[in-house]
């Protein structure tokens, strides 16, 4: 799936049952493998470590997990509470 990173701020994710988790605000990138990683329902400037951690425990969902973007972006159920990656 190739979509431009710019088309997906601020679309809506919604799991593949329907139920919907929130709005894409920010896009973390894997840069030396040029690869995204995850999508936060919260923005991540201007916040605590443990602010930062708790988003991406609670309110993102890991790439991988995403199985459609076109005009929302499309999860796995399970993916809202996909944890962090080590």
Request: glycine share 8%; hydrophobic share 40%; net charge positive.
């Amino acid at each position: 799936m190739v979509v431009k990173v710019s088309k997906i701020y601020g679309m809506d994710i919604y799991t593949d049952g329907g139920k919907f988790l929130g709005r894409v605000q920010e896009i973390l990138l894997d840069l030396e493998k040029g690869e995204v990683l995850r999508l936060t329902m919260e923005p991540l400037n201007s916040v605590s470590k443990d602010e930062a951690k708790r988003i991406l425990r609670d309110r993102s969902v890991l790439y991988k997990s995403v199985k459609s973007i076109e005009d929302v972006v499309v999860v796995s159920k399970g993916a809202a509470s996909a944890g962090l990656e080590s």
